[in-house]
């Protein structure tokens, strides 16, 4: 059984504690703070009986006002002495100030300072606000979205009215606003020049498909009804637009709409799409080239034996740490751009190879051990089959010989002579950009996985509480704003949005009633969380 426990500190104030009682010992399970004041010990006091509290334990609502308890800080020890000395009565027990209520207002203001600065305060919707900031903080459904902003000092609105506000989301064209404000901010703060772009899947828990929720291709095997988001970023992985497919959509055929979309709302023409190899297919490259847009995305590894033909027969399969080639790949099948016969691989140009993209090939010693490693797996596992060791669906190298099940030897040959490559396709000549800095544009895609890590998780992007159409692309619009609001807050601070939460939450203002009267105290505010408000107000 955990109680409150006060006990005088060293330094004369009143420290308390949460304690309870372990194989006859006392034990300190949380030290709740110190107190220099009634209203300071009322206010950990009633953090204390927060802390202890089950929020599973219901109670009935009598209507009656809990009275306030009897508290004081604790004396100081009396000194010893051969006789006690002659003492006053004990001193009255002061009424422990009651805490009224307490909310991380703080907390708040910093995000509403993010929030405004991003200039998305121009909307004039304090209710849509809200329920962005109550997703940064803690992503939840409408129902329970009241409780998150009463935590924040907040009122919220009633329940038809956020409703409402997510119908005023289309109505009103709220993510085109949203997305020219996030583009002025990273135009200003950055350089636009270089996008990044990926799609994830979202699913839903429903058993029938609709018009836009439906079965297609899941990366975690899942055969729910689910919609297919693409994300389009800056560098720096700050959001600038997002677009909602259908489930079954290819991810092949979600860049150009979003891409267009973009381009047509900021009247960009010169800029550099990044994508990985699930974007690459001829049709696509095709479009983005007419369009006058630059691309750098991923080639897929089977294509290395075709655009390294002329290397391997004149240096074999070996490769150095960290060696680079700069050759061309054929937009479709094969042709003679790049003749074996000749030893030196060819410099990509426009006019002279209008059959082919330039395409980079990086060789990496740690890329070629994890290779190795996952091939020595995926082998061993088409042995075991073979061998009727293990009962599973056919894996990779198993070839059928007769009805009979054999290990395809030239296909893991193969793999193993391509282990540790990896390929980049572009339309951006040498001189614009040479090998190394192609392959550090095509590695930046990471910042655009890790906003989406942050949408899924952080912000809880999976529509769990929509259905309609209508619904689901307000809600993602919510977490399209959130997103921007959380990378600003990171920017800003070089912590993690959940870091930044966790450090401020917990400076909570309270309300408290002392002597009939109500007083407002501000928290306690560390040199640790006063660098993380300064720097959120930057």
Not at 150 to 177: E, F, P, Q, V
Not at 185 to 206: C, K, N, P, Q, W
Not at 297 to 315: C, M
Not at 359 to 378: E, G, I, Y
Request: hydrophobic share 45%; with cysteine.
């Amino acid at each position: 059984m955990a109680w409150i426990r006060r006990v005088r500190t060293a330094s004369g104030a009143t420290a308390v504690q949460i304690a309870e009682s372990a194989s006859g010992r006392r034990r300190i399970v949380a030290h709740v703070g110190s107190a220099h004041t009634e209203a300071e010990l009322g206010i950990l006091l009633e953090r204390a009986r927060e802390m202890l509290a089950d929020p599973a334990q219901g109670s009935f609502d009598l209507g009656i006002e809990a009275a306030a308890q009897q508290a004081r800080l604790v004396p100081p020890a009396a000194s010893p002495a051969l006789f006690d000395a002659e003492r006053p009565g004990p001193a009255p027990a002061a009424a422990a100030p009651r805490v009224v209520s307490t909310y991380s207002r703080v907390l708040f203001e910093a995000l509403n300072g993010v929030f405004a600065g991003l200039g998305f305060g121009a909307l004039g919707d304090e209710v849509f606000r809200d329920l962005v900031l109550a997703r940064v903080v803690e992503p939840t459904s409408i129902l329970d979205a009241g409780r998150v902003l009463a935590d924040l000092g907040r009122k919220a609105a009633s329940d038809k009215t956020m409703r409402r506000t997510l119908a005023r989301c289309a109505d009103r064209g709220y993510r085109d606003r949203i997305a020219e404000l996030c583009f002025a901010h990273a135009r200003a703060s950055g350089d636009v020049s270089l996008i990044l772009y990926d799609v994830t899947t979202l699913y839903f828990e429903a058993e029938h498909e609709d018009a836009l929720r439906k079965v297609g291709y899941s990366k975690e095997r899942r055969v729910d009804p689910q919609i297919v988001v693409g994300l389009l970023v800056d560098r720096h992985g700050f959001p600038l637009e997002i677009g909602c497919f259908e489930g079954n959509q290819a991810e092949k055929l979600t860049i150009l709409p979003v891409i267009r979309q973009f381009q047509a709302r900021h009247g960009i023409e010169g800029m550099v799409v990044v994508a990985d190899a699930g974007m690459l297919s001829a049709a696509n490259l095709a479009d983005l080239d007419e369009a006058g847009l630059g691309f750098i995305v991923g080639s897929r590894v089977t294509k290395a034996p075709i655009d390294l033909e002329s290397h391997f027969r004149w240096h074999g399969d070996a490769f150095s740490d960290g060696q680079v080639i700069d050759t061309v790949t054929p937009k479709t099948g094969k042709n003679k751009d790049n003749d074996p016969a000749l030893r030196a691989e060819p410099a990509w140009d426009r006019e002279d190879h209008p059959k082919s993209w330039r395409a980079v090939w990086a060789f990496s010693a740690k890329r070629f051990a994890r290779d190795n490693r996952t091939l020595t797996a995926q082998e061993n596992r088409a042995r075991d089959v073979i061998s009727g060791a293990k009962s599973a669906r056919t894996p990779r190298f198993v070839k059928n010989a007769g009805g009979t099940p054999a290990l395809d030897e030239k296909a893991l040959a193969r793999a193993r002579k391509l282990a540790g490559l990896k390929g980049y396709v572009t339309n951006l000549p040498v001189s614009v950009i040479p090998p190394a800095e192609v392959i550090s544009c095509y590695h930046d895609l990471w910042h655009v996985e890790q906003s989406f890590r942050m949408s899924k998780t952080d912000l809880a992007a999976r529509p769990m509480f929509v259905r309609k159409r209508d619904a689901i692309e307000a809600h993602l619009t919510v977490v399209f704003t959130a997103l921007a609001v959380a990378r600003a807050a990171q920017d800003r601070t070089g912590l993690s949005i959940r870091n930044v939460i966790r450090q401020l939450r917990p400076l909570r203002s309270a309300t408290i009633a002392i002597n009939g009267a109500v007083q407002t105290f501000p928290p306690a505010i560390g040199p640790e969380q006063q660098k993380i408000l300064d720097d959120l107000r930057h």
